[in-house]
């Protein structure tokens, strides 16, 4: 079965940056759409960025949008978020998910893989 580990998260002051990374076992990591999704407590599981199997292209939330960065490394099977110009409004656990074959989609139930998660925090 395939795996996803994030790692990564922590505590951070706002205006900071951290960098999440996802290790994905398998050998299919090159034909799945990645995603990073986060959900604060209380709250819907929300879209943060996604990044193309296909040709590396990325797609982000309004909200992060210039401040967040997805990147994969195929030879790694990784997938990264750089996070920067963080604020309190971030801190949420972050999974990162994998779509098999995926268009990059927005919505969590697109995709078949979940990680455990990696928390955020961000104080102000």
């Known amino acids: 079965q395939m795996q996803l580990a994030e790692s990564g998260g922590g505590l951070v002051q706002a205006g900071g940056s951290l960098t999440l990374s996802c290790v994905v076992s398998?050998?299919?990591?090159?034909?799945?759409?990645m995603g990073w999704f986060r959900q604060a407590p209380g709250k819907e599981r929300e879209f943060v960025a996604a990044i193309s199997w296909k040709d590396g292209s990325t797609y982000y939330a309004d909200s992060v949008k210039g401040r967040f960065t997805i990147s994969r490394d195929n030879a790694k099977n990784t997938v990264y978020l750089q996070m920067n110009s963080l604020k309190p409004e971030d801190t949420a656990v972050h999974y990162c998910?994998?779509?098999?074959?995926?268009?990059?989609?927005?919505?969590?139930?697109?995709?078949?893989?979940w990680g455990q998660g990696t928390q955020v925090t961000v104080s102000s």
């Open positions: 398998g050998l299919t990591f090159r034909r799945h759409a």
């Open positions: 998910a994998a779509d098999y074959y995926g268009s990059s989609s927005g919505s969590p139930y697109e995709y078949e893989h």
